[in-house]
T-cell receptor
Framework: QQQVKQSPQSLIVQKGGISIINCAYE??????FPWYQQFPGKGPALLIA?????SEKKEGRFTISFNKSAKQFSLHIMDSQPGDSATYFC?????????????FGKGTKLSVKP | DGGITQSPKYLFRKEGQNVTLSCEQN?????MYWYRQDPGQGLRLIYY???????QKGDIAEGYSVSREKKESFPLTVTSAQKNPTAFYLC????????????FGSGTRLTVV
């Protein structure tokens, strides 16, 4: 119940295309869903996050879509650029819970071809 | 600038040796975490600490030890009991139990030689 399942493991997209990464969870107590971006040799950095009171959040070219009934959320990268090539992690936690640690998916390695 | 500093960036260990990875934060965060990253495995939680002088085991604590004597510091020791220590280690911190402001350091790559 503590797992977050992420797919695909790797993704190749042409420049200008849409990148879509999906995550699913089981624990209905989860109520905070961030996405992290990690470049090689660096630590992950927060990209965008959503709470389940909204179904979509957009920041620039990055959009999170959230489906509470299906217990799924996804990251869409519009107009993908070579600079977006990185590993993306979804995560989840119980925002008001006693434990502060995030539960991470296994990551998706995105390659954007010029 | 506020942030998390991990050192060293690269570390080499001989088999049978203990090594300590440093993690310092100046964000005034209460909680700190250690993760291990292996290719295809995502981020796995080793230990976490929500207040000074207190810490809990994560999912893969065997072969590791930590201390939290100061709010700013959360060093991780990889002991000789850890059979496969070669990995990328990441330290993170957050404002409190709720996990606000979860921030990562730049990581330490440990290699057993």
């Amino acid at each position: 119940q503590q797992q977050v399942k992420q797919s695909p493991q790797s993704l190749i997209v042409q420049k200008g295309g849409i990148s879509i990464i999906n995550c699913a969870y089981e624990n209905t107590a989860f109520d905070y869903f961030p996405w992290y971006q990690q470049f090689p040799g660096k630590g992950p950095a927060l990209l965008i996050a959503i709470r389940p009171d909204v179904s979509e959040k957009k920041e620039g070219r990055f959009t999170i879509s959230f489906n509470k009934s299906a217990k799924q959320f996804s990251l869409h990268i519009m107009d993908s650029q070579p600079g977006d090539s990185a590993t993306y992690f979804c995560a989840a936690k119980n925002y008001g819970g006693s434990q502060g640690n995030l539960i991470f998916g296994k990551g998706t390695k995105l390659s954007v071809k010029p | 600038d506020g942030g998390i500093t991990q050192s060293p960036k690269y570390l080499f260990r001989k088999e049978g040796q203990n090594v300590t990875l440093s993690c310092e934060q100046n964000l005034n965060h209460d909680a700190m975490y250690w993760y291990r990253q292996d290719p295809g495995q995502g981020l796995r939680l080793i230990y976490y600490s929500q207040i000074v002088n207190d810490f809990q085991k994560g999912d893969i604590a065997e072969g590791y030890s930590v201390s939290r004597e100061k709010k700013e510091s959360f060093p991780l020791t990889v002991t000789s009991a850890q059979k496969n220590p070669t990995a990328f280690y990441l330290c993170a911190s957050s404002i409190g139990r709720a996990g606000h402001g979860y921030t990562f350091g730049s990581g330490t790559r440990l290699t057993v030689v």
